[in-house]
């Protein structure tokens, strides 16, 4: 059975840091990316980051670039995903999620490629 377990996040202020963790199960690891997910009450869940187990590429959305770092642990088929200088619009429920293509381009944020989720964690930054 295909699992991925998050956990981290929580309350933090603007300008601070967390780090969400996203632990994979019943897959082989190397074969997947795995993708972070926000969505904000009231919005459609957008892409934030995504890697390819395999080379560690790694893709970020603009607003989050130089901000957010995403890292693989391929020993405990784990992901983590830095976030540094918090800002209010960060502020979202957050899914990782597993998927199963390995080929093209200019799809790794986008949810409808992407095949297990998680169980969301709630990410709040106050100003």
């Known amino acids: 059975e295909v699992q991925l377990v998050q956990s981290g996040g929580g309350l933090v202020q603007a300008g601070g840091s967390l780090r969400l963790s996203c632990a994979a199960s019943?897959?082989?690891?190397?074969?997947?990316?795995i993708g972070w997910f926000g969505q904000a009450p009231e919005k459609e869940r957008e892409g934030v980051s995504a890697?390819?187990?395999?080379?560690?590429?790694?893709y970020y959305t603009n607003s989050v670039k130089d901000r957010f770092t995403m890292v693989r642990d391929t020993a405990k088929s784990t992901v983590y995903l830095q976030m540094d200088s918090l800002k209010p619009e960060d502020t979202a429920v957050y899914y990782c999620?597993?998927?199963?293509?390995?080929?093209?381009?200019?799809?790794?944020?986008?949810?409808?490629?992407?095949?297990?989720w998680g169980q969301g964690t709630q990410v709040t930054v106050s100003s």
């Open positions: 019943g897959f082989a690891f190397d074969d997947f990316a």
């Open positions: 890697i390819t187990i395999r080379d560690g590429h790694d």
């Open positions: 999620a597993a998927s199963t293509r390995t080929y093209g381009t200019a799809w790794h944020l986008v949810p409808k490629w992407y095949d297990y």
